[in-house]
């Protein structure tokens, strides 16, 4: 899948709509307003943009997400990895456990993670 960026606001449109789909563009022009002040020409576009990006469809006046929260934030890490770590997932683990102790229940949930995703 292809990278997808999104900025803050963008994110925050984006969780929104994962938290409440499927959502009506009409409920999204009420959130909208509330949230951050928007016209609803605003939410609108906001609303094509992320439909143009991928992440969003909107069907007859329904938005729902095209790929999930889990998906995008995936999409995110890795390529953060890849562009701060230069792909490698060691590097990026020292880095944030530097002058950081793992409690036990995180240790061992890394742990499983990895026993679950190496190869065989």
């Given at each position: 899948?292809?990278?997808?960026?999104?900025?803050?606001?963008?994110?925050?449109?984006?969780?929104?709509?994962?938290?409440?789909?499927?959502?009506?563009?009409?409920?999204?022009?009420a959130l909208?307003?509330?949230?951050?002040?928007?016209?609803?020409?605003?939410?609108?576009?906001?609303?094509?943009?992320?439909?143009?990006?991928?992440?969003?469809?909107?069907?007859?006046?329904?938005?729902?997400?095209?790929?999930?929260?889990?998906?995008?934030?995936?999409m995110q890490?890795?390529?953060?990895?890849?562009?701060?770590?230069?792909?490698?997932?060691?590097?990026?683990?020292?880095?944030?456990?530097?002058?950081?102790?793992?409690?036990?229940?995180?240790?061992?949930?890394?742990?499983?993670?990895?026993?679950?995703?190496?190869?065989?």
């Amino acid at each position: 899948m292809a990278e997808i960026q999104l900025g803050e606001i963008e994110c925050r449109f984006a969780n929104m709509i994962w938290d409440r789909e499927p959502v009506t563009s009409h409920e999204l022009v009420a959130l909208c307003a509330e949230e951050f002040g928007w016209a609803r020409t605003t939410t609108h576009n906001v609303i094509r943009k992320l439909c143009a990006k991928g992440v969003l469809e909107n069907r007859k006046g329904t938005v729902t997400s095209v790929i999930s929260r889990e998906q995008f934030y995936s999409m995110q890490s890795r390529q953060f990895v890849e562009d701060s770590f230069a792909g490698s997932l060691p590097a990026f683990i020292a880095a944030f456990t530097k002058g950081k102790r793992l409690s036990q229940r995180e240790a061992d949930e890394i742990r499983r993670m990895i026993d679950e995703a190496e190869e065989v």
